[in-house]
């Protein structure tokens, strides 16, 4: 049991969530700033860069507005950190890393990727600047629009998993990345189409990509709830949002196609596979502009949430 | 709804100036703002009084850098005026040429603002590297990129010869597919683009006129007048100045009269370069500059221009005021304002395209 609780622990704090998970976070971070500036025809920072800027934020003072709440202003961040830190430990690396049961299981999981959308509101609204109130109430709107769609994604993909695996539904990760090494990806299943695009289509909007980057918007509300915060606070916030590219395209992986290798070179296809992911992300980025929030707002209304009802109907009516 | 106060400026990312708005805002909504001005106020109508007529020269040159030709443009030709010198014909030719090679980098800097406000980075950085080449032409010819230093009293300071006319139209040879085949179908047709600016931040033609707007904010609203064809200056009276208007007056429609008029300033450009007469640059020695006033106006990039120049016989003039459009565009934006959202103040407020520097010199 203590052995148990001391690999968990190892693994939220070492591999693969905390350090590993930052460090590629931070490293796909760079890998999206530097192909967004060639697709824009500049040279770009070092693939580094992200590295010096959380050490740079790390050594610099924390300046704390008096306006703000001192203790949400100063927690939230850490909340945020901590609940992606488990989130990366709880998505398995095919072939390489299995996560604990310990950890939790697939609703544990959604929950996890929601906390930092919640930390940057309360970040928002701790920080008592009229931008981060903005920002909280456009974060806001944004998770409402986007929760539903993928939500409907992730229980047709684990009724389907479960469908097949004889379970009622299979909300074990590793169980639905078993199956489909066995069996064959979901990627490839056309009947799991639906519920594919509802996954792609809620990651810019979770990750703040183009066109969907309307509560840190810089050029609009400076940034929203970020506007306050300074030094290794907002070192903390960026750490946190390098980690949930890693969860959210690592729990897409695992959905619909964790197939690879076995051992070491599972991990690098597994690495692969996010870079692949996020170079598509660069790619909308730099070939779209903002959208409003009303337009966001009801465009995941509209068709990811028609897509999510679609995928979900699909695979219900096989079972 | 709640509402709550939000200030804008005096530093914010996406004004290119300090200006600063107190918003009132209503859940997404603009219901009111207040405008305060004043934040680069440098007393330059003060310190025209205190230097001669050359030192105001290099003064006015340097009140706002986007308008830095016309500015020296209307003071010259006001002292012009008083004194009664006759500009050459080639150096009038020459003013239009760097007139119009300012107004092409001006219009495509506040469009380029204008993708870089949507988020559309891509879209900024196609068109401020496609600006390039004009700012690339600007110092080869007059050795700066911003401030040409073009205008003295009684001409122009710089010629151009064979050589640098080809090279010129090689430079507008480069520019002009990229804009008519890119960057123009580019903001006619993306959706983004459409979906954030148009009918956004709509006025009226009656608008133009109740408020006195100028430039391209009343062209995009349907009010044409411009004051290269209403009142003719240098040899605008010679060439085909065309007066481009757009009947929604949304920031879609502000800003595609600018792309529109950069494409009208390129074929200008060409005109010039084809009918440069031979002759002198500038009008040789000058004469004594009387005592006397006169009011000139040009079409700065932002519209017209007022030029007021008082001399009392001395070679400190005594007065020198001048209103530019600035002024009457940002008072428009409590019109233009209300009832938006707050995601596009930036996107309005760079639609009028101000410049503060010149409005408070």
Known sequence: MIKDTLWTLLAVVVFPGGLFAMALGLALKGVERRAIARLQRRVGPPLVQPFYDLVKLMRKRTLIPDTANRFVFLTVPLIGLAAM??????????????????????????????????????????????????????????????????????????????????????????????????????????????????????????????????????????????????????????????????????????????????????????????????????????????????????????????????????????? | MKSFNMPVGPLHVSLEEPMYFRIDVEGEKVAGLEITAGHVHRGIEYLTAKRNIYQNLALIERVCSLCSNSHPEAYCMALETIAGIEVPERAQYLRVFADEIKRVASHMFNVAILAHVVGFESLFMHVMEAREIMQDTK??????????????????????????????????????????????????????????????????????????????????????????????????????????????????????????????????????????????????????????????????PRGELVYYVNTDGTDIPARVKWRVPSYMNWDVLHLMMVGEGISDIPLIVNSIDPCISCTER
């Open chain 2, 139 to 300: 110092e080869t010819v007059f050795g700066n990129r911003m401030d040409l230093a073009a205008n003295i009293i009684g001409g122009v300071k710089y010629d151009i010869d064979a050589a640098q006319s080809a090279y010129i139209i090689s430079q507008l040879d480069r520019l002009e597919p990229l804009l008519l085949n890119e960057i123009i179908p580019v903001y006619e047709t993306n959706a983004t683009i459409q979906s954030r600016t148009r009918g956004i931040g709509r006025i009226t033609r009656e608008h133009c006129i109740e408020y006195g707007l100028m430039g391209p904010v009343a062209r995009g609203a349907g009010h044409g007048y411009d004051v290269r064809t209403a009142a003719p200056y240098a040899v605008y009276d010679r060439m085909d100045v065309e007066v481009i208007t757009y009947p929604d007056g949304d920031v879609w429609s502000r800003a595609m009269v600018r792309l529109k008029e950069v494409a009208a300033s390129i074929r200008l450009l060409r005109q010039c370069l084809r009918d440069l007469p031979d002759g002198a640059t500038d009008a040789g020695p000058l004469p004594f500059i009387p005592a006397g006033e006169a009011v000139t106006k040009v079409e700065a």
């Open chain 1, 85 to 319: 830190g488990v989130a990366a430990a709880m998505i398995p690396i095919p072939g390489f890393y299995q996560p604990s049961p310990l950890l939790g299981d697939l609703i544990v999981l959604f929950y996890l990727v929601s906390v930092p959308a919640v930390a940057l509101m309360l970040a928002g609204s701790a920080s008592g600047s009229p931008y981060g109130a903005i920002g909280f109430s456009r974060e806001m709107a944004i998770v409402l629009a986007y929760e539903g769609p993928i939500l409907l994604s992730l229980v047709a993909v684990a009724l389907h998993a479960g469908a097949a695996m004889g379970q009622p539904i299979a909300l074990n990760l590793s169980d639905i990345v078993n199956y489909q090494q066995q069996h064959g990806a979901f990627l490839f299943d056309p009947w799991l189409l639906p519920a594919f695009l509802t996954y792609l289509s809620f990651i810019p909007a979770n990750l703040g990509i183009a066109p969907f980057d309307i509560p840190e918007a810089e050029a609009e509300v400076l940034e929203g709830p970020l506007v306050e915060y300074s030094g290794p606070p907002l070192g903390l916030l960026k750490l946190t949002s390098a980690i949930k590219s890693v969860v959210v395209i690592g729990l897409g992986v695992a959905l619909f196609f964790p197939n690879g290798p076995d051992g070491i070179a599972g991990l690098v296809v597994f690495a692969l596979k996010c870079v692949v992911m996020v170079l598509a992300g660069a790619l909308l980025k730099a070939a779209v502009g903002r959208m409003r929030i009303d337009q966001a707002v009801l465009f995941y209304l509209k068709w990811p949430e028609l897509l999510g009802v679609a995928g979900l109907v699909l695979v219900a009516a096989r079972l």
